[in-house]
């Protein structure tokens, strides 16, 4: 690991793990995740796109866009279904994929995760039909109501689902992986709709999208401060550039849709670039995660670091007696 | 659809047992339930016979999962996995210039008192048994795969022939029936020690005495305190070094000690974004 310092809450000092740590033949202690890719990162991004589209298209009806709610309903439902594809056929036994549905469980993120897509996506269908349709509107304006409600729900829990794993970079980045996945999900959301809708139904779309990306890039800078050497991976390799270019993309189709949004072409290459931006945020994430799990070292260090700090005078070693 | 009780000891509350530790069975809904068995594995007597690796691959009818030589030591079995239950660790150390010295230790699954595969299991097909392990139902996993990243020790994994999550069942079958796990019972040397907990710990504690006045000042105790952070586990050990040295996490906590933290900042952040979506339509209509 790196030789720098961190900052932890509490202002408590972190001291980096020594760069050698012990292991077994350097194998990894926890397993890698056996969740596939594209399929799984790209739930993350595809999900957040969805839930953050309705909560747009509920605010686009209320303020009078007819356009834009149309689009992000239709986003919204195209997004979902494309998860929900991607999530069965992620399965180690698709045809079993109901079996999610015997239990509520609240100590397991999937299993909650579950439940609000499954009240989520009917919403979020019918909405999306009465919008195109034009048929039963009341029933539509619920729906779309409801699709509102349901969707942060489906932007955000993905982030516990990640955190609440064994997996160093993911677990440890638990507080601000919230935070940082429904900005992705606003950045997605509002960037689409930014490139697909005329300009003089934009403005929601914009100011959603500008709100993402500003709370994203502090979300990211915070998770990394807080992480010390566990940002490592976040940092380097192939998912450090996966978190590179997603950054550039953040920055420059924010600066892009501030300054120049009200054009159409400018909003459709800022739009892009900041969907694109919360699909590489994904991948980086996921992979980051991934790297931390395959070297013992992001395994054993914090906890060694952590054993070092509770065996201070006042507190004494409780795992190893 | 039922809200799970049978199915993990949400968030860490509920009875206690004689050690002051929880009791995972009670705590999932066993009234009266027999005492918590498990696993004493003294690594200071393994040999390095495997016969515990054979013996679970032959009764438990677990398929192989690859002949290959690691070339790292005498272990080419590598790691636990999905077809793996018990797994021999080789580690040639040395101690001195001209001596060296052999661990071996026998890993299997910890069955822990707070247990993440279970606890994140999204179908209860992890559950725990009225013996206070946990086993995974077969016919019931739908293959998610969430238990492998949520286990601290890399234990549990998804069978690719199957598609199924598959471990150590501290051979449930033969304990129902009175019998002992088919790794201890083919152990030469009393290494893995199989019984009720609360007796094996003891037997723990005065084996640590024995060794450290025999000299022995590195033999260590690992999950056997039920305040550490998987709550003690079913399957604990003596060893002669750290953990990882082993190919153990020094400080294991479950990852769901921290769960509801993480609900709490997911609907934080849920309600942001529901804001900040409902604040994007307001101002001057163009």
Redesign the interface.
């Known amino acids: 690991m790196t030789a720098t310092r961190a900052r932890r809450g509490r202002g408590e000092q972190v001291v980096v793990p020594p760069a050698e740590?012990?292991?077994?033949?350097g194998?990894?202690?926890?397993?890698e995740?056996?969740?596939g890719v594209p399929d799984v990162p790209g739930y993350l991004f595809l999900g957040g796109l969805a839930?953050?589209s309705s909560?747009?298209a509920?605010?686009?009806d209320?303020?009078?866009?007819p356009v834009l709610a149309r689009t992000a309903k239709t986003t919204a439902v195209t997004a979902i279904g494309l998860s929900l594809v991607a999530l069965v056929k992620?399965?180690?036994?698709?045809k079993?994929?109901l079996?999610?549905?015997?239990?509520?469980?609240?100590?397991?993120?999937?299993?909650v995760g579950?439940w609000i897509v499954s009240a989520y996506t009917p919403a979020a269908g019918v909405a999306a039909a009465s919008a195109l349709t034009g048929l039963q509107p009341a029933i539509g304006r619920a729906a779309t109501i409801a699709a509102?409600?349901t969707g942060?729900?489906v932007?955000?829990?993905t982030?516990?689902l990640l955190?609440?794993?064994?997996?160093p970079a993911w677990?440890e980045a638990?507080?601000e992986?919230?935070?940082l996945?429904?900005s992705s999900?606003?950045t997605a959301?509002?960037g689409l709709a930014l490139a697909l809708v005329p300009?003089?139904e934009a403005?929601?779309?914009r100011?959603?999208a500008l709100?993402?990306a500003g709370?994203e890039l502090i979300a990211k800078g915070l998770l990394l401060r807080r992480l010390g050497p566990l940002a490592e991976p976040y940092q380097h390799g192939r998912s450090g550039r996966l978190m590179e270019v997603a950054e550039i993309l953040t920055a420059g189709g924010l600066t892009a849709a501030a300054l120049g949004g009200r054009n159409r072409l400018v909003a459709a290459a800022a739009g892009t670039a900041l969907v694109a931006s919360s699909a590489f945020t994904r991948f980086g994430i996921f992979f980051a995660g991934r790297e931390s799990?395959r070297d013992?070292r992001y395994?054993?260090a914090p906890?060694?670091e952590?054993?070092r700090r509770d065996s201070q005078p006042d507190s004494q070693d409780?795992?190893?007696? | 659809m039922s809200v799970s009780t049978h199915h993990g000891a949400p968030f860490a509350s509920g009875p206690a047992d004689a050690a002051g530790g929880l009791d995972p069975a009670a705590s999932s809904g066993y009234a009266d339930h027999p005492p918590r068995m498990g696993f004493f594995t003294d690594t200071s007597v393994c040999i390095g016979c495997k016969a515990c690796e054979v013996a679970c691959k032959e009764w438990n009818a677990v398929p192989e999962d690859g002949i290959e030589l690691t070339g790292m030591s005498y272990d080419n079995t590598g790691s636990l996995g999905a077809s793996t239950w018990r797994h021999v660790a080789f580690i040639e150390q040395i101690t001195l210039p001209g001596e060296s010295r052999w661990l071996m230790s026998s890993d299997v699954c910890k069955h822990c008192t707070e247990s993440g595969c279970l606890d994140v299991c999204p179908t209860g097909a992890l559950m725990r048994t009225e013996f206070g392990t946990v086993v995974v139902q077969d016919d019931v996993c739908n293959g998610c795969g969430y238990c492998v990243s949520a286990c601290p020790f890399g234990v549990i994994d998804r069978r690719e022939t199957d598609g199924g999550a598959h471990k150590c069942t501290l051979c449930y079958d033969r304990i129902g029936d009175g019998l002992t796990p088919a790794c201890a019972k083919a152990c030469p040397t009393e290494s893995i020690q199989f019984g009720p907990l609360d007796e094996l710990r003891e037997r723990a504690a005065l084996r640590l005495e024995d060794l450290h006045e025999a000299g022995v000042a590195d033999a260590r105790l690992y999950l056997n305190d039920p305040n550490d952070g998987v709550g003690g586990a079913g399957a604990f050990f003596l060893l002669l070094d750290e953990p990882e040295a082993y190919g153990l996490p020094p400080d294991p906590i479950v990852t769901t000690r921290d769960l509801p933290r993480m609900w709490r900042h997911v609907a934080t952040a849920a309600a942001a974004l529901a804001a900040a979506a409902f604040l994007s339509g307001l101002g001057r209509h163009s």
Not at chain 1, 27 to 31: G, T
Not at chain 1, 90 to 94: F, K, S, T, V
Request: proline letters at 10%; aromatic letters at 10%; charged letters at 15%.
């Open positions: 740590v012990r292991s077994y033949y194998l990894p202690i926890v397993k995740t056996v969740w839930g953050a909560a747009l509920a605010s686009a209320l303020a009078g866009y992620d399965l180690g036994r698709p079993r994929f079996n999610m549905l015997r239990v509520f469980k609240p100590t397991s993120p999937m299993s579950t509102a409600i942060p729900g932007a955000a829990y982030a516990a955190s609440d794993t064994a997996v677990h638990h507080r992986l919230p935070y996945f429904v999900a606003a959301a509002g300009p003089r403005a929601p779309a100011n959603l709100t993402g709370a799990a013992p395994t054993v906890q060694r952590r054993l409780q795992s190893l007696s």
